[in-house]
T-cell receptor, first 117, second 112 residues
Framework: NAGVTQTPKFQVLKTGQSMTLQCAQD?????MYWYRQDPGMGLRLIYY???????DKGEVPNGYNVSRLNKREFSLRLESAAPSQTSVYFC????????????????FGPGTRLTVL | KQEVTQIPAALSVPEGENLVLNCSFT??????LQWFRQDPGKGLTSLLL?????REQTSGRLNASLDKSSGRSTLYIAASQPGDSATYLC???????????FGKGNQVVVIP
């Protein structure tokens, strides 16, 4: 199993450009998440998808859109990139959510390092 | 809003010493707590998941305890090795919430 994979690994954009970050998992997980990690701010949730066909805003959704393409794939789109979106982006997944269960364990991808000039 | 705190932000220990990392959270109504390891430039690797009904979890040299009532978890790493140098993050999942709240991490250096 590859686990959670993300593409690309690195990207440089100019202000105003758009791009889509791709994420896929092969663990048959139901829930998927997008985070950004910034120095001094820790990990912050951008959007998540509790199950196929649903998406919800997290802590910092402004400037982003998401698509849960199917059970395996969850993409994050920047429509008009801004320097404030320079960050490391992580995708994660969990099998689902069952109280008191290891289903809740969250697994992360390797990250995409994005620089917006 | 759940606040997760990890103090100190950074620490160094000599090889062979036991590592003790602390995590505190403000709201004790949690489903579980998860400890992660992050190496520089890499993603997060799950180390241990403790359910709210559990007091501790163990994996090899790692042991994590949970005291939900006092809002604290401790990660113990026995006989530290230079390969244990990394940033360790804890995260809690609250009741009625499909999200994890993360601490900012403990950056650990094990000196050979």
């Amino acid at each position: 199993n590859a686990g959670v994979t993300q593409t690309p690994k690195f990207q440089v954009l100019k202000t105003g450009q758009s791009m889509t970050l791709q994420c896929a998992q092969d663990m048959n997980h139901n829930s998927m998440y997008w985070y950004r990690q910034d120095p001094g701010m820790g990990l912050r949730l951008i959007y998540y998808s509790a199950s196929e066909g649903t998406t919800d805003k997290g802590e910092v959704p402004n400037g982003y859109n998401v698509s849960r393409l199917n059970k395996r794939e969850f993409s994050l789109r920047l429509e008009s990139a801004a320097p404030s979106q320079t960050s490391v982006y992580f995708c994660a997944s969990t099998k689902g959510f069952v109280s008191g269960s290891s289903y809740n364990e969250q697994f992360f991808g390797p990250g995409t390092r994005l620089t917006v000039l | 809003k759940q606040e997760v705190t990890q103090i100190p932000a950074a620490l160094s220990v000599p090889e062979g010493e036991n590592l003790v990392l602390n995590c505190s959270f403000t709201d004790s109504a949690i489903y579980n707590l998860q400890w992660f390891r992050q190496d520089p430039g890499k993603g997060l690797t799950s180390l241990l998941l403790i359910q709210s009904s559990q007091r501790e979890q163990t994996s090899g040299r790692l042991n994590a305890s949970l005291d939900k009532s006092s809002g604290r978890s401790t990660l113990y790493i026995a006989a530290s090795q230079p390969g244990d140098s990394a940033t360790y993050l804890c995260a809690v999942r609250e009741y009625g919430n499909n999200r994890l709240a993360f601490g900012k991490g403990n950056q650990v250096v094990v000196i050979p």
